[in-house]
């Protein structure tokens, strides 16, 4: 999709550290069991890193994003941003975190309000923490050129953009308030095939600029092998496969990541015919492996 290269990580201690994290939901009935989603889930992002977590839906990849953010109950294990466990934050202490911590949800239509212009949207976060309305318009045009739209946005409504444009706006609130971390819940799944290619560009331009971490969730291999340097595969509340973004979706070792990647389309006909060739090989082995991991 893109030919822009993925920034050098240094290594050190990670902003986000997840450990052993569980999440359950009350069940229904009498008795209201809980259903757990998460079943002790580890990984970490460094600062500057864009870690990909990919599965199917009802994999628990978005409780996982949603647990960062507090949106989702924790109940087991802990969740650490730059040193502080945050996996029980109080509402205050969240507003705080936001500073830091912001998101990019899936569907650029319902997550911006219809009653606020552009200007106002982006703006909206910067006077909750006391900036002058000359400092935010001003870092509103700043944000509105960061993310290639005309300064005049500002003073238009979400109705009248296009899906990408109204990502696009989104992005630029979640980097306003200079976030170090921005969970990024499939943020370009609703989009055609042309307009994703445009916004992961400029997910990577803006990664080169500001330094921001990303916590990538999605479900398209092919995704998250333009974006991430690392990449985490679920399945059913599990990670079974963790490793560097270009073996994990080139050469997986795991057969639930072979089966993504061979289930993902590609533009080339021949590489299309090539991967169903793979898949017949490799999908009775994956079949073999899932029934004796539930033996």
């Not at 911006?112 to 870092?139: C, H």
């Not at 696009?168 to 976030?179: D, M």
């Not at 050469?251 to 080339?268: C, E, G, I, N, W």
């Not at 017949?280 to 004796?292: F, G, R, W, Y």
Request: glycine residues 8%; contains cysteine.
């Amino acid at each position: 999709m893109t030919d822009t290269p993925l920034p050098t990580i240094q290594a050190e201690r990670p902003l986000l550290e997840i450990r052993d994290l569980r999440v359950a939901y009350p069940g229904r009935g009498l008795k209201r069991t809980p259903i757990e989603i998460l079943h002790g889930v580890s990984l970490d992002v460094r600062a500057g890193e864009t870690v990909g977590l990919v599965g199917e839906s009802g994999s628990g990849k978005s409780t996982l994003g949603r647990a960062a953010l507090g949106l989702a109950p924790v109940t087991g294990g802990t969740i650490t941003l730059d040193g502080e466990d945050i996996s029980h934050a109080s509402r205050s202490r969240r507003r705080a975190l936001a500073v830091d911590l912001q998101v990019i949800f899936q569907d650029p239509y319902s997550s911006l309000s219809p009653a606020l212009t552009v200007g106002d949207t982006l703006a909206e976060p910067l006077r909750a923490r006391g900036v002058s309305t000359k400092v935010a318009a001003r870092r509103v045009r700043e944000l509105l050129d960061l993310v290639h739209l005309p300064a005049d946005a500002a003073h238009r409504l979400p109705r009248e953009f296009s899906g990408g444009q109204r990502q696009r706006v989104a992005i630029a609130r979640a980097i306003a308030l200079e976030p170090r971390l921005i969970v990024c819940d499939e943020p370009v799944s609703a989009l055609d095939l042309t307009t994703q290619a445009r916004i992961l560009e400029l997910l990577l331009e803006v990664q080169a600029r500001t330094g921001v971490a990303y916590l990538f969730v999605s479900h398209d291999l092919n995704v998250v092998r333009v974006l991430c340097h690392r990449v985490a595969v679920m399945r059913a509340g599990e990670i079974v496969e963790w490793g560097d973004g270009d073996i994990v979706t080139s050469t997986p070792s795991h057969p639930y990541t072979q089966r993504l990647l061979l289930a993902s389309p590609v533009a080339d006909p021949a590489a299309q015919a090539e991967r169903r060739r793979l898949f017949q090989s490799v999908a009775p082995i994956a079949a073999d492996h899932e029934l004796k991991e539930s033996a």
